[in-house]
């Protein structure tokens, strides 16, 4: 890899090179790799540290809506009393026009109107599923790079580090083996998908019923789920649930199974 460095030109070589270089991956595309997206599964994201405000600091508050965040949600995570990160996802090709951080400062204005803004990041989160190939010769891709995020959620942390482990233990042992073919890196794409990978692909199609589920469809599943007891909501019986009280959620049943 030749970078430049305090203004001189520098040349460092690997044996095995990970790309963990996030969403825009430079390393995957050097490689050869397919690391698109397609537009419907790019999520726009923008959040503001917010302080001043008055919330549950024991809890995590999501809303999805399609008035506040179409074809994703918004979110409450505590920092401390009073301070939160504030922010919202949405699918671009879901809007009426406006941007991530317009949609955000729409709903920040209704529901903390007097909070004080301390930090502002953007960024954009990939909600597909694991590219078909994940390595080459002496190349492998790991996390965002690789699109390993729960698709349902956008939850892309804990999958990266467990990729990285994979991908990491996958290169020690080649390099101790003398074989960096992308032959024998094909282990780490297989250990990945036994992994989360399958449960991913399953999530997707989830979220493909998903997004043509309504607000009004959205609130009535809530009710439902609502009603049977904390201690026995397992997701069969969320799912049996809601399947009795709307059928016209079967679809989205259906996307799990197939």
């Known amino acids: 890899m030749r970078v430049k460095e305090r203004g001189r030109d520098e040349t460092y070589r690997a044996r095995i090179v990970i790309g963990a270089d996030g969403v825009e991956t430079m390393v995957g595309r050097w490689a050869g790799l397919d690391t698109r997206v397609p537009a419907r599964d790019m999520e726009s994201c ?14 995590i508050y999501l809303q999805f809506s399609n008035a506040i965040a179409p074809g994703g949600y918004a979110w409450i995570f505590p920092k401390a009393v009073g301070v939160a990160n504030v922010g919202l996802g949405l699918v671009a090709l879901k809007t009426d026009g406006r941007n991530a951080r317009e949609y955000l400062d729409a709903w920040i204005a209704r529901r903390f109107p007097n909070g004080a803004r301390t930090g502002y990041t953007v960024g954009g989160v ?17 996390g965002d790079a690789a699109h390993m995020l729960n698709p349902l959620s956008g939850g892309g942390i804990t999958t990266a580090m ?10 020690a ?22 992994l989360l990978g399958e449960d991913h692909l399953k999530y997707y199609r989830i979220k493909q019923a998903l997004e043509n589920v309504d607000d009004t469809s959205f609130n009535q599943l809530a009710r439902t789920v ?10 069969g019986r969320v799912f049996t649930h809601a399947l009795i009280k709307h059928p016209q959620l079967i679809p989205v049943a259906a996307r799990f199974f197939v």
Not at 127 to 139: E, P, Q
Not at 162 to 171: I, P, S
Request: hydrophobic residues 40%.
């Open 46 to 59: 923008a959040q503001y540290v917010l302080q001043g405000i008055d919330f549950n600091p024991d809890a």
């Open 126 to 142: 990939i909600v597909h599923t694991t590219i078909k190939k994940t390595y080459a010769d002496g190349v492998m891709v790991a």
């Open 162 to 171: 467990k990729a990285g482990r994979l991908a990491g233990g996958t290169a």
């Open 173 to 194: 042992a080649a390099i101790c083996a003398g074989d960096t073919t992308e032959r024998r890196l094909s282990t780490y794409h297989e250990a990945w998908m036994q």
């Open 226 to 235: 609502n009603k049977i007891p904390a201690e026995k909501r397992t997701i």
